[in-house]
């Protein structure tokens, strides 16, 4: 998705807005001037561009750290190795060149995603399926490790003023533009060194490795 400064969406929200405050002030020109029928249509045209505008600015703020997927891509690389008993080291790089490193615990590593499905509606507006890396963690084999054993779960996502994800799942009337996937997630034990790609389809999440084995 393109950087909210150069997005479509936040260039039609500045347009808009400023279209429906000139037509508000032209507005208030006319009832100063007892023209109230001019003075009643200026604000309703003007209150409905500031209306579409805070609508274009919601989708763009949104969508702000979605990538686009077009087909299978590799959302990052992992290195992983046992640091212990039940405790994974894990690097991830990201395809933008930043790099973090984890503690895990845990017998595998796992690693959930967004995905928005926009319905054929929107894509006519530009807006395609997109994904966004959620969290990684740990999991134990055992369920019962996993009801009492330590947790670790390490946000990969944005916190954002608008989440579009969220907003689906509360509110039904999205769907005919938008579908918020849950399952998107992978999974694999970490018994060695090993190096993998996490790679991201319109149907979910998958773990490969890369390295010798």
Do not use: C
Request: proline share 5%.
């Amino acid at each position: 998705m393109p950087d909210l400064a150069t997005s479509p969406f936040a260039i039609a929200s500045i347009v808009l807005a400023a279209l429906g405050a000139i037509l508000i002030l032209a507005g208030l020109v006319s009832l100063l001037r007892a023209r109230p029928l001019r003075f009643a249509i200026r604000m309703l045209a003007g209150l409905l561009l500031l209306s579409l505008g805070g609508l274009a600015g919601a989708v763009a703020v949104g969508i702000e750290g979605y990538r686009a997927l077009t087909r299978e891509e590799v959302a990052a690389r992992l290195i992983v190795q046992p640091a212990g008993p039940q405790r994974i080291a894990a690097t991830l790089r990201f395809p933008d060149g930043r790099e973090q490193k984890y503690e895990i615990a845990g017998d595998e590593i796992y690693v959930d995603a967004h995905i928005l499905k926009w319905k054929p509606a929107a894509n006519v507006l530009g807006l395609h399926t997109a994904y966004e890396l959620d969290r990684v963690a740990g999991r134990y084999r055992a369920v019962e490790q996993e009801r009492s054993a330590p947790r670790t779960v390490h946000a990969l996502g944005r916190d954002r003023p608008v989440d579009l994800f969220r907003l689906r799942q509360r509110y039904a009337f999205l769907e005919v533009l938008l579908d918020a996937e849950y399952g998107s997630a992978s999974f694999v034990p970490v018994t060695r060194r090993a190096e993998l790609e996490l790679r991201v389809s319109t149907t979910g999440l998958l773990i490969r490795e890369t390295g010798p084995k």
